[in-house]
Nanobody, 124 residues
Framework: QVQLVESGGGSVQAGGSLRLSCAAS????????MGWFRRAPGKEREGLAI????????DYVASVKGRFTISVDNRKNTLYLEMNSVNPEDTAMYYC?????????????????WGQGTQVTVSS
């Protein structure tokens, strides 16, 4: 069993930056896949980026590539999402999730373990 807790959300102006964190506890393994997802108002949950818990294998969907950076500090059992050059379309609830191995693009239904989410609001 894995528990995930996101933090770091908040309000930011367009063009600004924010760093989200996801603390993992329970059973974790270097080849487990960690993913970031988001759900904007009125939209389905969207996969954004993936990385192996041991590091490596980072990949991004087109909408965030070049602006967002996924990373992991496995000494702290923590996943991060560095968000730069944000815009109002990035307003959403952001979730981290984990599953046994990585595949791309990240598909919501493949991930059995989820955090509760952290809200990001970008104002213009």
């Amino acid at each position: 069993q894995v528990q995930l807790v996101e933090s770091g959300g908040g309000s930011v102006q367009a063009g600004g930056s924010l760093r989200l964190s996801c603390a993992a506890s329970g059973y974790t393994y270097s080849r487990h896949c960690m993913g970031w997802f988001r759900r904007a108002p009125g939209k389905e949950r969207e996969g954004l980026a993936i990385i192996y818990f041991g590091g490596g294998g980072a990949d991004y969907v087109a909408s965030v590539k070049g602006r967002f950076t996924i990373s992991v500090d496995n000494r702290k059992n923590t996943l991060y999402l560095e968000m730069n050059s944000v815009n109002p379309e990035d307003t959403a609830m952001y979730y981290c999730a984990t599953k046994r191995s990585c595949s791309f693009p990240p598909a919501e239904y493949e991930y059995p373990y989820w955090g509760q989410g952290t809200q990001v609001t970008v104002s213009s």
